[in-house]
């Protein structure tokens, strides 16, 4: 959320910029220009999920917590055991076996069928959720 809006802005910033520096209008049709370009990339940026929010509606809450043991390891656990958001992907597409708590692994895998299903943009706001818990 935060790092599209920061990009926006530097984005407009810099459109802005240029076509003040190549136009060299008044100072109003200056300010116009500069809102017109913020509003196009603006509306070619799509809206980035909450990490915290996104992870909360799948569901993985009920079983994981940020810093304690609940059903399953915490969230800081997890992100410890995984070396890159690479591998992590790779577990969450049923692509490779678990490496945190492998003797409760039953209870994640019904899990794993339903974060395999998610598009790639999905999966990738959980994998920096998660990793962004790393110490
Ligand atoms: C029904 C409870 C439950 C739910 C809901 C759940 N998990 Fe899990 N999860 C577990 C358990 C138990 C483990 C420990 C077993 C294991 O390591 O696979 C685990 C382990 C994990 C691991 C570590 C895998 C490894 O290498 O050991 C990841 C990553 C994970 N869960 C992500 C998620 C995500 C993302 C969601 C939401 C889409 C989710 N979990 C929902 C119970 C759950």
Request: with cysteine.
């Amino acid at each position: 959320m935060k790092k599209v809006k920061i990009s926006v802005l530097a984005l407009s910033m810099l459109f802005g910029a240029g076509l003040l520096t190549s136009c060299g209008g008044s100072e109003e049709q200056k300010e116009t220009a500069t809102e017109i370009t913020t509003e196009e990339v603006a509306a070619e940026v799509p809206a980035a999920k909450d990490g915290a929010e996104f992870y909360k509606t799948s569901g993985c809450v009920a079983c994981h917590q940020v810093d304690k043991k609940l059903v399953g390891p915490s969230i800081i656990d997890i992100a410890a055991a995984y070396a890159d958001e690479a591998t992590l992907t790779a577990f969450l597409k049923g692509e490779s076996a678990a490496i945190v708590d492998p003797a409760q692994a039953a209870l994640m895998t019904p899990q794993v069928e339903i974060t395999k299903k998610m598009s790639a943009e999905d999966l990738q706001v959980i994998v920096s959720y998660i990793m962004g818990h790393k110490k």
